[in-house]
C-alpha cells in the first residue's frame, strides 16, 4: 500500500472522518455556491447518514448555469486568485466542461490517484509506459500520480503504435497504461506483426477510460495476449481521476480517494437510495469532502456499478466496485436492462471463433427496444461465418442477459479498431 495506516483505517473510523468533512463542505457550498444555495433550500444540519435526503445533481444542470460571462457555471466556488489549474473534461457525452482546481484540489486528485494506480502493485524504481494524450483534459492529472509513486514515467501517447512497441522492447517496462479497447488492439497488432507481446518486460497491464477491464472474458483475453496481469482503475471527470484502482486480488476496485470523495448507490430510474452491501447493482453517486474550486454534492456519475464488500486479501478496507456499463448506454429490452459491455464479454468467451469485437444496433430511437436486438459479431481472422456458431453465441446471450437477440457475424476487421475507447453502439 502507498499509504498503510489510511487505506487499511476500519470503514467505520473513515466514514465518522468523512462525516466530519462532509459537514464543513456543506457549510462551504452555503456560503460560496450560488448553485448550491438554491438548489438545497432549507435542509440544514444533515450528516452522511441523511446524505440522500439531498437533492441529486445533473450533469445537465450544471450545464445549464453557464454562460460566455461565467463558463465554469454558477456551481463555482473559489476566487480566480485561488485557481490554480483548469481542465477540460473529454466532451465524449457532449459540451466539455471545464473543471477548476484549487492548489489543495490538485493534491488531493494527485493523492488519491496514486494510491489507486499503487494498488496494482507498481513499485518505486519501476517503468511504465502511458498511453493517453491527456494533457488538455481531466485525466492529465493522473499522470502525476506515476511521479507520486515513483516510477519511472514514460509518456508515448495514442496514435503511433509502433513508437509504443518499439519502447516496450528498448526500454523494458514493467507496466504500461492505456485503455481497455487500445490494449485489445495491441494484442491483435502484435500478433499479425510476429511481434512477441507476451515475452515482452511487462508485467502489469493498468486498464482505465472506459468499463471493460473488468468483464471476466474480455480480461482473460488481455492477459493471454500479454502474458501480464491484468487491473482497472476508474475516474469521473467533473470529480476526479483515477478515483478508483484495482488491487492484484482483482476482486473489484478500491476507493483511492477515501476520505476526499463520499460514494452512493441510487437506484437509475427512481433516484431511489440502494444500499452499498455486497452483490447490489445500481448507479454511483460522488460527493465532494474537501473541494474548494468547484465542488459537486451527490453527482450523478451514470456509471453503473456492482459492489463489493466482503474483506480483501490485500487489507484494504470498505466497499469496491465493478464497473457493469453506462446508464446513458444501458438499453432496456421487454423491461430487461442490457449493457453493451455486457454483451461483449458474453461474446469474448466465444474465442478463437470471435475477435471479441462488437456492435450494438438499436432499431429504435431511445432506450427501450423490441426484441430480437441486432448484435454483429466480428469473426477471427481465417474463421469463416458457421450458422451455427451464430446460433451458440445468440443462446448464450439469451442464457446469460435474458434478452433475445438478431447475431450478424462478419468478416475479421469489419468493425473499427481504437486506440482510444471503443463504440459499443451504433444507431
Known amino acids: 500500500m502507498l499509504e498503510p495506516e489510511l487505506e487499511s483505517r476500519p470503514w467505520e473510523e473513515q466514514l465518522a472522518l468523512d462525516d466530519e468533512a462532509f459537514r464543513v463542505q456543506l457549510a462551504y457550498l452555503r456560503e460560496r455556491s450560488r448553485f448550491y444555495r438554491e438548489k438545497l433550500g432549507g435542509h440544514d444540519d444533515v450528516g452522511l447518514a441523511e446524505i440522500a435526503r439531498l437533492p441529486l445533481t445533473e ?30 473534461t473529454s466532451g465524449t457525452t457532449g459540451t466539455p466542461s471545464y473543471v477548476p482546481l484549487t492548489a489543495d484540489d490538485l493534491e488531493n486528485w494527485v493523492a488519491g490517484s496514486a494510491r489507486s494506480y499503487a494498488a496494482s502493485g507498481v513499485a518505486a524504481g519501476q517503468r511504465i509506459v502511458s498511453t493517453y494524450n491527456a494533457g488538455p483534459f481531466v485525466a492529465g492529472a493522473a499522470l502525476a500520480a506515476f511521479d507520486r509513486i515513483g516510477l519511472c514515467h514514460i509518456p508515448v501517447g495514442t496514435g503511433n503504435t509502433e513508437r509504443l512497441v518499439r519502447a516496450v522492447e528498448l526500454l523494458r517496462p514493467e507496466a504500461v497504461v492505456l485503455t481497455p479497447s487500445y490494449a485489445a488492439h495491441l494484442v491483435e497488432w502484435a500478433a499479425e506483426r510476429d511481434v512477441d507481446l507476451r515475452g515482452s518486460s511487462v508485467e502489469r497491464v493498468l486498464v482505465a477510460g472506459e468499463p471493460g477491464g473488468g468483464e471476466p472474458a474480455f480480461r482473460a483475453r488481455l492477459e493471454e495476449g500479454w502474458g501480464a496481469r491484468v487491473t482497472e482503475a476508474m475516474g469521473v471527470g467533473d470529480i476526479g481521476v483515477s478515483l478508483w484502482g484495482e488491487c492484484e486480488e482483482q476482486d473489484g476496485m478500491h476507493l483511492g480517494a477515501r476520505g476526499l470523495v463520499h460514494a452512493e448507490l441510487i437506484e437509475p430510474d427512481t433516484g431511489a437510495a440502494l444500499a452499498l452491501e455486497d452483490g447490489a447493482t445500481g448507479e454511483l453517486v460522488l460527493t465532494h469532502l474537501r473541494h474548494r474550486a468547484a465542488p459537486l454534492l451527490r453527482f450523478r456519475t451514470r456509471d453503473h456499478v456492482r459492489v463489493r464488500t466482503s474483506p480483501c486479501a490485500c487489507g484494504r478496507t470498505g ?47 431511445g432506450v427501450k427496444q423490441e426484441p430480437p436486438l441486432p448484435v454483429v459479431v466480428e469473426l477471427a481472422r481465417d474463421t469463416t461465418g458457421d450458422p451455427l456458431l451464430a446460433q451458440a453465441v445468440r443462446e448464450r446471450i439469451r442464457d446469460v442477459l435474458v434478452v433475445q437477440t438478431r447475431v450478424e457475424l462478419v468478416p475479421w476487421g469489419t468493425l473499427r479498431r481504437s486506440e482510444y475507447k471503443s463504440t459499443l453502439v451504433e444507431r
Open 59 to 88: 450533469k445537465d444542470e450544471l450545464r445549464a448555469t453557464r454562460t460566455p460571462e461565467k463558463p465554469i457555471g454558477a456551481h463555482l466556488c473559489a476566487a480566480p486568485s485561488e485557481i490554480v489549474r483548469i481542465y477540460s
Open 319 to 365: 466497499p469496491r466496485i465493478r464497473c457493469i456499463g453506462r446508464t446513458d448506454d444501458m438499453l432496456i429490452v421487454r423491461g430487461v436492462n442490457v449493457f453493451p459491455s455486457a454483451v461483449r464479454d458474453v461474446v469474448s468467451a466465444f474465442g478463437p471463433e470471435v475477435s471479441g469485437h462488437v456492435l450494438v444496433r438499436p432499431q429504435a430511437p
